[in-house]
């Protein structure tokens, strides 16, 4: 049952927010859990929602509280369709969740001193269009971004069952098949892990300073980021699986980094995987370079932990709230472990 997944989570992080006001979203799928994570740490919530593509701010708010009708005790949850300064003005914690992105002066100004923002993510991955960091710095907010490799938050091990999904809707297999990563951040080692142990074998491309982080059966370095010389016995790799950051620069290109006839002229049958990073895909498509998704949005992953499923977006929501209550207590580890970087 859903709901006893999100208090063992409360309970592993030790999430205590009795007294305490969050404001967050309220939002369809997976990350439906976030309002009810808060309020079962004793919160007091004020859920935004508002009509999507994915739904209806009506049908957002039934799917939520489907989710906690069972639970025996009252949860103190106000879902709201409006963003008034009197609810800002409220908040202890601010959530940069979708909805209310951005978090800039026109929300903020709103908001008491003592307000605190925790990232759900980790402070590499920072995004401009988020937040207006000058405003923030301006009224001395405190933010923190989540360490997502601490072992109660731990979402970095389903990068590779991402990977995996994303293989399966390109409509490829990895049994008895060759990938190539190419990488130049956090995420490879935790995707080669996984594909390691599951296709024939997996060539690495990415900064030299990371070599030593890739190890297990069937992983092989095959090149240093951003140079691209494929070995002649990776030339018919099934696929390229490619996340590099920043996530909104172009990578692969005509004029990019890396360049498309490269890629053209090293495989057989190249396959652009777009796990992260942009690519100019109008090249790709010039070129008769084939890639997957067709659409990613500018600075997006290809693959969200949510396709997996709720698992990783429970432990990365709670951790960030984890994070949230951490900023206001100004204790910043959890099992001896920091949960957070000051932002």
Known sequence: ????????????????????????????????????????????????????????????????????????????????????????????????SGHLRPLNKEKLQHAKDSVVIPLMYEAWEWRDEDMDIDYVR?????????????????????????????????????YKNKFILICNNDFGPYIAKVLGRMCKRIGIIDLVENKEKYSGENVEWIGNFPEVAIPEHFRDAEAVIFTAYPFDKTWIGEDAVIKVNTLKSNLDHPLILRYAGDVDTEALIEKGVRYFPEFVASGHMGVLPSAIGFDPIIRLQAGGLKVGEALLSGNYNHLDTPLLDLV
């Open 1 to 96: 049952m859903l709901i006893n997944k999100l208090l063992n989570r409360v309970e592993s992080l030790n999430l205590n927010l009795s007294g305490r006001v969050v404001l967050t979203e309220a939002a369809t799928g997976p990350y439906v859990v976030t309002p009810i994570l808060a309020a079962l740490a004793g919160a007091k919530v004020f859920a935004y929602c508002k009509s999507s593509r994915y739904g209806t701010a009506a049908q957002v708010i039934e799917k939520t509280r489907n989710v906690y009708r069972s639970y025996r005790r009252p949860l103190d949850i106000n879902f709201i369709e409006e963003l008034t300064p009197e609810v800002i003005a409220k908040a202890d914690i601010i959530t940069n």
């Open 138 to 174: 301006e009224r001395r907010f405190k933010m923190g971004a989540t360490n997502e490799r601490h072992c109660e938050i731990d979402v970095f091990n389903y990068l590779g069952d991402m990977a995996v999904k994303q293989i399966f809707d390109a409509g490829l297999c990895l």
